[in-house]
């Protein structure tokens, strides 16, 4: 499965902002469903996301059951140096999802 | 009267049974009848022929087809034409990854190189009649029957990630392209199915897709608006499933909501109605992935 | 045999039969110009999180659609006026949800001043509720928005 699709401009000007936009597979189970024998399908939802700029901390999401299934983010980080920005995603079940993006800043 | 002219315009038209006068030149045998019907028979016939041809009895002309995206609210409108924000990219690239891998033996790439040459504009004429099997068949029983007869793998169940994957992956190289799927010849009696289906009562509801579908499309039931039952964005990613689905699935779930039985997926039934819809969707844009509500 | 659906177009009488949803439209469509003095829902997870502080009802915008196309993803736009540096920064925005099983939706948090607030993400709605944010900035400020949302019910059931 594609865990996870980025979008990122080409490039952006240092100390502009840089828009951020990450659309990641994940049914959410909230818990509240059953499936079709009638049993309650668990709650497994991402609860945490995070973004790195070269390894530093820029902007996270403490989600619940309350966002969407196949979460979508679009967000805004300073253009700094070039360089990566990581995604790091955690659901209830402990499976962790990780994606990359360049980032070249002029 | 050629033999070929009776049996297209049974198979296209249900009016040329409606005319009592033309039965009985058809069951003509007297060779004076004949010669008489002959000359009153031809421009009359020629005309059928013509309107048959042209106008195939559509509840819906083609000059008023409308997407379903059009009675669609602003979140699924701006959800369906943001390539990123759009959840059915997630199968498409599954699908790209499927096409080219050959760890079952053989990938699809290894016969079909580049899909996006060579898989351009085929989903767009689907549900196609395979000369192989003997039947018409839907995307998804395409590719199962190309993994089953050549690649020597597994089918892969119907609603699962990886066909739905690929389905959604193969919907995208036709892309904008106009419905054109085929009725003519072979196809022609499962064409005939889906339209008697279409048009029968059923259910607890006892209601006909034309019922709501050519007879009330844009009216409102409860807070939805009616659309006209398009199946030109499937596979979809509908907002209530959650996540993407074929237009079988769509199928089954409009049985279900009148209280009908539905037909398990994958059956023949529900291939005769996509052939139906995709003939009576004809010329809508294909638009892939889809996104309802 | 069940009835033909009328042919009539959409009628008073419709309107008065219907359920609940469309009695919430006529006013809320006539006080939308006066969303944003949308009056603060009492929840218990929010009432206890502001812990007797009350919110400024300005420079933070949250953005629902009146009526949502189904309650599983809701699209949703926060903004905020900046500046966020030098000063005050905003270290997080919180989500709160009037009717949802889990009122705590959604915590953006902001290690470092953007260089603007603009968080775009689909929410679930679990029916017609009020939706809101607290900004808290790092001097303790707090900035609130609510929003109303209309959720309606499929017309028909689902069971594929």
């Known amino acids: 499965m594609a865990d996870s699709r980025i979008n990122v401009p080409a ?55 309350g966002i969407a299934a196949n979460p979508y983010f679009r967000f805004f980080v300073t253009a ?27 | ?122 989903v767009a004429r689907y549900p196609a009649f395979d000369a192989a099997s003997g039947t018409v068949l839907d995307l998804e029983a395409r590719i199962n029957d190309c993994r089953v007869r050549r690649q020597k793998q ?19 190289q036709s892309r904008g392209m106009a419905l054109a799927a085929r009725i003519d010849g072979p196809a022609g009696a499962a064409f005939d199915r889906g339209r008697a289906f279409y048009s029968q009562r059923h259910g607890q509801m006892n209601l006909s897709c034309a019922q709501c579908h050519d007879q009330n499309w844009g009216k409102r039931l409860y ?43 994958g059956a023949s039934e529900l291939t005769d109605i996509e052939l139906f819809l995709a003939w009576r969707a004809q010329g809508l844009p294909l638009e892939a992935p889809g996104v309802r509500r | 045999m069940t009835a033909p659906l009328s042919r ?44 007797g502080r009350s919110p400024r009802r300005e420079r933070l915008r949250l953005d629902l659609p009146t009526l949502a196309d189904n309650g599983q993803a809701v699209p949703m736009r926060l903004t905020m006026a900046g500046p966020f540096a030098p000063g005050p920064t ?4 919180h989500l709160f949800s009037e009717v949802n099983p889990v009122p705590e939706m959604a915590v953006f948090e902001f290690p470092i001043p953007p260089p603007k607030v603009e968080i775009d993400s689909r929410v679930r709605l679990a029916g017609s509720q009020r939706v809101v944010a607290v900004a808290v900035m790092s001097d303790g400020a707090l900035f609130a928005a609510v929003a109303e949302v209309i959720v309606t019910i499929a017309a028909c059931l689902d069971g594929s």
Request: glycine share 8%; proline share 5%; hydrophobic share 40%.
């Open chain 2, 1 to 122: 009267m050629p033999s070929c002219w009776r049996r297209s315009l049974r198979q296209r038209s249900g009016f040329i049974k409606a005319s009592g006068l033309t039965r009985r030149l058809l069951r003509a045998n007297s060779h004076l009848q004949i010669r008489f019907a002959g000359a009153l028979l031809g421009p009359v016939v020629a005309l059928l022929l013509i309107s048959a041809v042209q106008a195939q009895q559509r509840a819906l002309p083609l000059n008023v087809l409308r997407s379903g995206i059009e009675f669609s609210g602003s979140d699924v409108r701006s959800m369906q034409s943001d390539d990123l924000a759009n959840p059915g990219f997630l199968w498409v690239e599954r699908g790209e990854k499927l096409w080219n891998d050959s760890t079952g033996g053989s990938s699809c790439a290894s016969c079909h190189g580049d899909a996006s040459a060579s898989m351009r504009g085929v």
């Open chain 3, 90 to 93: 905003v270290r997080a925005i």
């Open chain 1, 11 to 65: 490039a952006t000007r240092r100390d502009e902002a840089i828009e951020v936009r990450i659309s990641i597979r994940h049914a959410m189970e909230t818990g509240y469903r059953t499936d079709e024998g009638g049993k309650p399908v668990p709650r497994n939802v991402i609860r945490s996301f995070a973004c790195r700029y070269n390894g530093d901390p820029v902007f996270a999401v403490r989600v619940s059951s």
């Open chain 3, 8 to 51: 009539t177009p959409v009628s008073r009488r419709r309107l008065l039969q219907s359920a609940g949803a469309w009695a919430l439209v006529s006013p809320l469509l006539a006080g939308a110009s006066a969303a944003a003095a949308q009056e603060m829902p009492a929840i218990p997870a929010l009432t206890s999180f502001l812990a």
């Open chain 1, 80 to 106: 700094r140096e070039s360089g990566t920005l990581d995604f790091e995603w955690i659901d209830d079940a402990g499976a962790r999802g990780t994606a990359q993006a360049a980032v070249k800043v002029v």
């Open chain 2, 223 to 265: 807070a939805e608006t009616l659309s006209q039952g398009h199946g030109n964005a499937f596979p979809a990613y509908k907002l209530e499933w959650q996540t993407l689905g074929s237009l079988q699935r769509r199928i089954r779930a409009c049985l279900f909501g009148i209280r009908a039985e539905m037909p398990p997926p």
């Open chain 2, 154 to 172: 597994n089918p892969l169940p119907r609603e699962s990630d990886d066909l739905l994957g690929l389905t959604a992956y193969l919907a995208l």
